[in-house]
């Protein structure tokens, strides 16, 4: 959760695979006539990034558990003209690459260079970003993502190919077991499956210590690859109270070259909902009265924009007290490739 809605599309589960596959090409087309006659006030971090102030589609996956991102979701695609759905599916971009790796390089319609997993990324942001407007009457038809459309089905008919599949399916498996996929189902029963699973996302509900550290790109452009992560957290008992240090370093390994850019972040991190925060320091600043406390099923939510520029390092360092704990759970988020977590 906390990642921006690049392209959706809806299909009919049968018992036998799917039909009537539909994908949506354009989410602006849709946010911007509802944004007309409806105003949603979007999350304050959202404020100036949201087209005029007000909350959409392609902005509505923002909560920390992925049970409400999916049903904010499933209510904001009904409100723009959609159907009532049964459940929501999400998959990181880098699922796509990592199937391309099993498919091999797939043609590419109007294309010459076949696609595969190494060119996946810096093809379709070119192709739908920069090339598809070259034509006038492109630009007039407002579809920059038809290209998709053209690329699932061939896609997927390479995936079911009896010699590929017996290996995509253990992919599969392993991207719902990394949360690269997450799944969510209006049925309580299909529901419950897909928590007992830890497919769904959910925030882990725990007795004791517990950490998830959380970065939702806001200013768009494409950096998030590009920044490595690491935690470093140092615990320290006091009195029957837990003091906690926690440093998070995010470095900018990117050139800023197109489509590459300052990274533009929003960084939350939940703890337990009886820790207490002590003082804020971020790039060497302290900051304490400019963080944003909230609360999420039953977790204390530390908020705080952290912003790291091409070739340099950023850095927040958070001190909260808790109750003693004899455990710590640590939750990474949806979509984290790169990250290190020290503790002491």
């Excluded at 992925?66 to 999400?90: H, K, L, N, P, T």
């Excluded at 050139?255 to 590459?260: I, K, Q």
């Excluded at 003693?324 to 020290?342: H, I, R």
Aim: net charge negative; no cysteine; proline share 6%.
């Amino acid at each position: 959760s906390g990642g921006f809605l690049g392209s959706f599309a809806t299909v009919d589960i049968t018992p036998t695979g799917y039909e009537n596959l539909r994908i949506d090409t354009n989410i602006y087309k849709r946010d911007n006539a509802f944004t007309e006659r409806q105003t949603v006030q979007p999350p304050t971090p959202l404020l100036g990034v949201a087209a005029g102030n007000k909350w959409a589609m392609r902005d509505s996956n923002w909560d920390l558990d992925f049970q409400d991102a999916a049903a904010r979701v499933s209510w904001f695609y009904q409100q723009e003209g959609g159907e009532a759905v049964d459940g929501v599916i999400a998959l990181n971009a880098t699922v796509v690459a990592d199937l391309l790796r099993l498919t091999g390089p797939i043609p590419l319609p109007g294309s010459d260079e076949p696609l595969g997993s190494e060119n996946f990324f810096d093809t379709l942001h070119y192709k739908i970003e920069k090339e598809y407007y070259f034509d006038p009457d492109n630009r007039r038809s407002n579809e920059p993502k038809s290209i998709l459309r053209e690329l699932v089905p061939l896609l997927t008919r390479k995936a079911i190919e009896p010699q590929v599949l017996a290996r995509s399916i253990p992919l599969l498996l392993q991207e719902l077991e990394e949360r690269q996929i997450q799944l969510y189902h209006t049925d309580p029963q299909v529901q419950a499956h897909i928590l007992a699973r830890g497919w769904g996302g959910a925030l882990a509900q725990t007795d004791g210590d517990f950490l998830l550290v959380n970065n939702a790109s806001v200013g768009g452009r494409k950096s998030s690859l590009n920044v490595v992560q690491s935690l470093h957290l140092r615990l320290k008992t006091v009195q029957e109270q837990l003091h906690h240090t926690l440093t998070i370093t995010r470095t900018h390994t990117g050139d800023g070259v197109w489509p590459d850019h300052t990274n533009n972040n929003y960084l939350r991190v939940a703890v337990p909902s009886d820790a207490r925060l002590e003082s804020a320091t971020r790039n060497g600043v302290l900051v304490t009265s400019e963080i944003d406390t909230s609360s999420e099923r039953d977790k204390t939510t530390y908020g705080i924009h952290l912003d790291t520029p091409p070739g340099l390092t950023s850095q927040l360092e958070l001190v909260y007290v808790m109750p003693a704990a004899d455990s710590l759970y640590y939750q990474k988020q949806s979509g984290t490739l790169q990250e290190k977590l020290q503790i002491e």
